[in-house]
């Protein structure tokens, strides 16, 4: 049910949120059924395009990864997705009653999972790991989990819509400081627990 519901908020999210909100998934089938499978999508993707293909910041040259090094650096950013789709889900929840609503923990998850699908199906582009083309995808993708999460706090969160807009923005807010974060997590890692070892083109 939930690759419906995730195919649903791409092209119906208003409808579809009513939907997903009468279904109460918890928060371990969020875990289990969606997260495991959606992080899997850019991680795997990476790490076929960084092996095969190789980085490219123009499309020009390109420089592929050992598989050893790919491979330590995909399972580290599928587990890191885990962690940061958690940590939302659980700011959500925190904040919640500031603003009105009697949410669940699962039902912070569900909010949090579904807002970012847009952002775990756009990681299929890594199949082809140029620089411009990633970072084009990768806005489209976060453009559209911003008018999800807009369109979700109303119906997800029961908030009426005047406070659902404030309530979305500061979830917004953290959840732009969690992905940045992750990135310089990254970026630390690569230049010292999990150095990429470059095998050339």
């Not at 499309?59 to 962690?83: C, D, P, R, T």
């Not at 406070?163 to 990135?183: E, K, N, Q, Y």
Request: hydrophobic share 55%; aromatic share 14%; glycine share 8%.
């Amino acid at each position: 049910m939930f690759l419906q519901h995730m195919w649903g908020v791409i092209y119906d999210p208003k409808h579809e949120w009513r939907d997903i909100r009468k279904e109460h998934y918890s928060m371990m089938h969020c875990f289990l059924s969606q997260i495991s499978i959606l992080a899997a999508i850019p991680a795997l993707s990476l790490f076929i395009g960084t092996t095969q293909i190789g980085w490219s910041i123009s499309g020009g040259e390109f420089v592929k990864l050992s598989i050893q090094s790919a491979m330590m650096a995909a399972i580290a950013f599928y587990v890191a997705m885990w962690i940061g789709v958690g940590f939302i889900a659980y700011v959500i929840h925190w904040m919640e009653r500031t603003y009105g609503g009697k949410a669940s923990l699962d039902d912070c998850m569900v909010l949090a999972t579904f807002t970012a699908t847009p952002m775990f199906m756009a990681g299929i582009v890594g199949l082809y790991p140029v620089l411009w083309l990633n970072v084009i995808v990768g806005m489209v993708a976060l453009a559209y989990t911003v008018y999800l999460l807009f369109t979700g706090v109303p119906e997800i969160m029961q908030i009426p819509e005047d406070r659902a807009f404030f309530f979305a923005s500061s979830i917004l807010t953290v959840g732009l400081c969690v992905l940045v974060g992750l990135l310089a997590v990254t970026v630390i890692m690569w230049s010292t627990v999990i150095p990429l070892n470059y095998v050339g083109g």
